[in-house]
């Protein structure tokens, strides 16, 4: 029986074909199986020796894409506003209770 990968083996890979404009999806991770598995035409699927999914990889269906990932912006706040902020903290943990 063929050992199954551990944590720092598992990968995820997408890739996009200029020529082809189109999005190729990589998976090793079994979290990713399902997320990948439904939007991939006609998908490489490997197996191990006990059936369990090993590996995913295609391209996406037409339409499908990868969107950019969004910058995490932190917020900028006064005295005031983060004062505000804190006294309405208080409020609801105090109407919880």
């Given at each position: 029986m063929k050992q199954h990968l551990s944590l720092e083996?598992?990968?995820?890979?997408?890739?996009?074909?200029?020529e082809t404009k189109r999005w190729y999806v990589y998976t090793s991770r079994s979290t990713d199986f399902n997320r990948y598995r439904y939007v991939i035409d006609s998908p490489t699927i490997m197996y191990?020796?006990?059936?369990?999914?090993?590996?995913?990889?295609?391209?996406?269906?037409?339409?499908?894409?990868?969107?950019?990932?969004?910058e995490h912006k932190t917020r900028v706040l006064t005295d005031e506003q983060r004062a505000e902020l804190v006294e309405r903290g208080r409020r609801l943990s105090q109407s919880r209770i």
């Open positions: 083996e598992q990968e995820t890979v997408l890739y996009f074909d200029g191990y020796d006990d059936g369990q999914v090993m590996s995913i990889e295609g391209k996406l269906k037409e339409g499908w894409y990868i969107p950019k990932p969004r």
